[in-house]
């Protein structure tokens, strides 16, 4: 039986492989799950190679070979999924749920929340959540997609390589921090978006991207 996570995996690296011919590299599964760790993209990759989902070739790179899709094992996911949906839905926390976030937006949107979110808390980080879903596919080659739903844990403060929700100028967006030097890129995944360079100052961090519930398929 998979995990929501082995499954997110395989999902990414069927998605990858079908639009660049080539598995993925660790760090580009690390940056696609948003995971601030490799050891993590080592440990689902092999709870998959021993569930028969997947194999590798020894000393060698981007060799992950997937066996079979999550379709052909769809009716144990599916048993797995409705094992989480059979929890009351009354007793789980719930978390603020707010709009669809294009690739920017005024900063008012953070004013109200448009409903509000059930969420198995054990699947998630601990801290001060909420969601938004995403409109738009500017963050696709993050592995991020359209109508996803996506779960933000409160901060302000960002890091090299997460990914944020942010404000300039009274404009908010969803970006990647890439720090150089004294200067912080803001990036989509979009090569005709051109990446903003701002110092520290001038941006406002209001959350970090630490997980995802996806409404449709690739």
């Known amino acids: 039986m998979l995990t929501r996570r082995q499954h997110e995996l395989l999902s990414f690296l069927i998605h990858y492989q079908k639009r660049h011919g080539i598995s993925p590299s660790y760090d580009e599964m690390r940056e696609g799950m948003v995971l601030r760790s ?91 959540l909420f969601a938004l879903t995403l409109q738009g596919d500017f963050l696709k080659e993050f592995a991020l997609l359209n109508e996803d739903i996506l779960i933000l844990k409160k901060t302000n403060t960002g890091h090299h390589g997460g990914l944020f929700l942010v404000s300039v100028d009274h404009e908010l967006m969803l970006r990647r921090f890439e720090v150089e030097g004294t200067r912080i890129l803001l990036k989509t995944s979009n090569k005709y978006m051109i990446p903003r360079a701002h110092d520290e100052k001038e941006i406002c961090v209001h959350g970090e991207v630490v997980g995802l519930l996806r409404t449709k398929g690739f």
């Open 38 to 128: 490799k050891s993590t993209v080592h440990s689902l990759v092999e709870a998959l190679k021993k569930k028969g989902y997947c194999k590798l070739s020894p000393h060698a790179a981007r060799t992950i070979e997937v066996l079979k899709t999550p379709d052909q094992d769809q009716e144990v996911f599916d048993a797995y999924e409705k094992q989480i949906e059979s929890t009351n839905s009354s007793t789980l926390p719930s978390i603020p749920l707010f709009g669809s976030l294009p690739s920017s937006i005024s900063l008012n949107f953070l004013e109200d929340s448009q409903s509000a979110l059930s969420l198995n808390r054990a699947l998630f980080p601990e801290g001060d």
